[in-house]
């Protein structure tokens, strides 16, 4: 099992930055890859990240392109998505999520967090 906690949200106004964190305990959090996924009110979940277990293959949404950036602290058990030039359309609940291969696919992701309200006021 692996336990998966995120942090940073917040609100914040249009152009402002965050990072959020996605904190992982249980099984070694470094043999997953790790996924960002967002869900704004009265929408479907989407894909917007994710990263190898080695940090060495990143992807994201082209609607996020350019302004967020993921990375990982493999000795910290942590994964961040930096968001720059937030947008409003940006609102959402953001979850982490970890899965055995590298993915953009919901599906395949074994383990969730519960999630963090980020709110971008225009």
């Known amino acids: 099992q692996v336990q998966l906690v995120e942090s940073g949200g917040g609100l914040v106004q249009a152009g402002d930055s965050l990072r959020l964190s996605c904190a992982a305990s249980?099984?070694?959090?470094?043999?997953?890859?790790v996924g960002w996924f967002r869900q704004a009110p009265g929408k479907e979940r989407e894909f917007v990240s994710a990263?190898?277990?080695?940090?060495?293959?990143?992807y994201y949404a082209d609607s996020v392109k350019g302004r967020f950036t993921i990375s990982r602290d493999n000795a910290k058990n942590t994964v961040y998505l930096q968001m720059n030039s937030l947008k409003p359309e940006d609102t959402a609940v953001y979850y982490c999520?970890?899965?055995?291969?590298?993915?953009?696919?919901?599906?395949?992701?074994?383990?969730w967090g519960q999630g963090t309200q980020v709110t971008v006021s225009s």
């Open positions: 999520a970890a899965a055995s291969w590298t993915t953009q696919i919901e599906y395949e992701y074994d383990y």
């Open positions: 249980g099984r070694t959090y470094s043999n997953y890859a």
């Open positions: 990263i190898s277990w080695s940090g060495g293959s990143r």
